[in-house]
């Protein structure tokens, strides 16, 4: 009778051991089921925002970002992005569409604001205009020579890293914004998209330079002469007259004579924009010089210049 108590206990112990294993076995496939369905979910979520859309650009201005499904003889096929419809867009109303793998191909032409004439954006696809520097000295805008003296400054280092880009020299720039009646007192009254239309690029600069009085630097240079005397003696001729300086000793005298010279201290700071010809702001920098001399815009241009996403190495 004690034998069957003890062999019916040892099978319980084993039956409850076996029950837990299962337990322990099913929580573990569960947990692990949890775990694959969530790196699933991250996977996919992590593919989706990493996914790049093609963005067609409309006549009228709008933007629609998705994927370009095909292209017919007068229509595309195409779908939002997040979503499965698919729309048909006449290939009239379509001014560009850039590819996600970063082709861009070209349609038809844009209206902009104010202008009769259709521009091609293919026309002016990677041209860019340097527009007149703003030229400010001790807070009161500066002459125009100056202004187009920086800008073509600016325009001669930019050629030299050009790269496949096209810039357009300041005298048609400058003539052109002249004929579409642009000045420096009205050009706030365009858009620089409306600016990129007139003068026929994709890109234009537009930059200020700000020079102000500091200090002044107090130089003192002193120069010294030495003067040899004759060492003759006074005496008195035959005829009674005296001869010579009785003062004169023969030694040699020193004359000197301070010069103070002033220089004039600047501080000079420059900002430097890039637009598009939808006339969004892609580059904004501003830097201020180390250097206190009046020219000193000419080492922050090149400062700035090399970090513009136009330059080229």
Known sequence: MKTDTVNSQTNEHNYNKKQQSTMNL?????IINKVTILLIFLGFGFSSSAQNFDIILKTNGEEMVGN??????????FIYKNETIVYKVKQSDIVKITFASGRVQFFNKINQPGNTNNISLENHHNKVAVLPFVYIKDNQEGDLVMSNKIQTETLALLNKHRGELTYLSVNDTNALLVKAGVTNNNIQGYTMGEICTILGVEYVIQGMVSVEKTTQQNINTFSETTKNKENTKAYIDSQGHLIGNPLNNGKSQSYGSSVSTYTQNYATSMTMNIFNDKGHNIYSQDHTSFWNTQDAYKITLKYLAKRMPLFKK
């Open 26 to 30: 099913l929580k573990l496939n569960f």
């Open 68 to 77: 370009v499904k095909s292209i017919e003889e007068e229509s595309l096929s």
